[in-house]
């Protein structure tokens, strides 16, 4: 099968041994929780459950959004976005406003606050990676940028499953 060929779920690509597949789930799990780890010094803020986060990162990509296309987006229930959606809301990081053509839709939309928020978290989270970069080689950060394209594809093909 030719690179960047799509196979069926549950199906590996003949060169891809399950070690590798292994392998690639626990650096990917080390890495996220390496940095979780090494951001909570500086913005106490990244203490929120992840599936928060991960919904003001949704919505700010895609927003105004209702909470069904959020709980599609994320693959969680319905109310486990609602109750998600509603701390936020009292943390005013996220606002709930009507739609202007369907009175019974709620669509939500991050604060300046929680726009501010995810731009200092992202900017805290590239210092940290940046540095870490730094202390590899010439070789390894060049692997690593070689990489980034394929990366992008695993979870775009992730997304689709």
Do not use: F
């Not at 891809?16 to 080390?30: I, K, M, P, W």
């Not at 090494?38 to 990162?57: F, K």
């Not at 053509?101 to 929680?114: F, P, Q, Y």
């Amino acid at each position: 099968m030719p690179e960047g060929a799509i196979h069926s779920p549950g199906e590996q690509a003949p060169e891809l041994a399950s070690s590798d597949v292994r392998s690639l789930t626990e650096v990917v799990t080390r890495l996220r929780r390496a940095l979780r780890a090494s951001i909570r010094t500086d913005y106490p803020w990244e203490s929120l459950p992840m599936a928060q986060v991960e919904l003001l990162q949704t919505l700010q990509e895609r927003e105004p959004m209702r909470v069904g296309e959020l709980a599609a987006l994320l693959r969680l229930a319905p109310n486990t976005v609602s109750g998600l959606v509603t701390q936020l809301i009292e943390a005013r990081l996220v606002a709930r406003d009507g739609d202007p053509h369907d009175r019974r839709v709620a669509r939500l939309s991050l604060t300046k606050a929680g726009h501010e928020q995810l731009a200092a978290w992202q900017e805290a989270h590239e210092r940290r990676i940046g540095a870490a970069l730094a202390r590899l080689g010439a070789t390894e950060r060049a692997a690593v940028r070689r990489a980034l394209p394929a990366l992008t594809r695993l979870v775009d093909h992730l997304g689709d499953l």
